[in-house]
């Protein structure tokens, strides 16, 4: 190997991923971490964050990813600026291939989160955090008093309404089929909240704004005809897809690609744990990331003691 092996190696700089550099490297771990971009994954992206304790006035998603970063290396964890293109995980030593230099390590922590499934309309990249979201609960707030939309028709689109209702003036939820694949007592709580209006056989086909969104241009599917939907803010729930496609064949996944790991962040290989985004979990928060990232550092810790 070119590169002596670490205790920790860790692949994704995110939420996850810092904190298990912190919490290792505090307890004397030799950590690295390698992130392929700029620290803070979705979070570095995120103009705001309202709901990480700690921060009262909120705080820059990318100047929180920053603060963790920082802290990581505080305590002796080592970034490099790379992308990772395969992962031998299955032997005692992991190796981590990037372009230039394999990495090998005793144990991984698989930290690579998710991205959220984009409807792929022209402006929609250029609009997020100017009115498009993915996040019900962490941008909602931004809306409050406002009239919102959104996509989907899953139980994530669902729920997102609903806690949109807590907040907003009006919600309406538009979903290219004629019913909801929720569950019959959420249809109901959603059809009596009265905050919301519902688009069925319906598809979003522009997102209309000037310097933020304004509103969409909305397709009927059966007639074809369209309208313009006017509302501040659209909150998309068409799925996520984790990024896992270097573990296929390595480590147990469940039929949509999420890592199957317990609380304790133990993949089926020994040695390597999942933190974050890309693991199987029914909540995906900046705060659920980073209680992974600990966990999965005290559960390397524990695999190398033992």
């Not at 904190?19 to 690295?32: K, Q, W």
């Not at 392929?36 to 979705?42: N, S, T």
């Not at 390397?300 to 003691?305: D, K, M, N």
């Amino acid at each position: 190997m070119e590169e002596k092996a670490c205790d920790m190696l860790i692949v994704g700089g995110g939420p996850a991923g810092y904190t298990a550099a912190l919490y290792g490297a505090r307890a004397g771990l030799s950590v690295l971490v390698i992130e392929k971009l700029a620290p803070g994954g979705q979070m570095g992206t995120t103009d705001m964050v309202d709901n990480y304790p700690g921060f009262p006035e909120g705080i820059n998603g990318f100047d929180l990813a920053m603060k963790m970063k920082a802290g990581a290396e505080r305590f002796g964890a080592q970034t490099v600026s790379a992308e990772v293109t395969a992962l031998e995980l299955a032997g005692p030593l992991k190796i981590a291939h990037t372009a230039k230099t394999a990495y090998p390590a005793r144990t991984v922590v698989l930290a690579m989160g998710a991205h959220p499934r984009e409807l792929g309309l022209p402006n929609e990249r250029a609009l997020r955090g100017k009115g498009v979201s993915y996040c019900a609960t962490c941008d909602g707030m931004f809306y409050r008093g406002k009239s919102v939309a959104v996509i989907g028709g899953g139980e994530t689109a669902v729920a997102d309404a609903l806690y949109l209702a807590r907040l907003c003036e009006r919600v309406t939820l538009i979903h290219r089929r004629d019913k909801l694949r929720a569950p019959v007592s959420q249809q109901k709580a959603l059809e009596h909240t009265g905050k919301v209006g519902f688009l069925w056989d319906s598809q979003a086909v522009e997102f209309l704004a000037d310097t933020r969104l304004t509103g969409l241009r909305v397709r009927n599917k059966k007639s074809g005809e369209e309208q313009a939907l006017s509302c501040a803010g659209v909150f998309l729930a068409v799925g996520q897809v984790p990024d896992t496609d270097l573990l296929k064949g390595q480590v147990d996944l469940d039929g949509s690609g999420y890592v199957l790991a317990g609380e304790d962040t133990r993949t089926s290989l020994p040695g390597v744990f999942a933190a974050g985004d890309l693991r199987k979990k029914p909540l995906r928060q900046i705060v659920t990331a980073a209680a992974d990232g600990a966990a999965a550092a005290q559960a390397a810790g524990e695999f190398l003691e033992e």
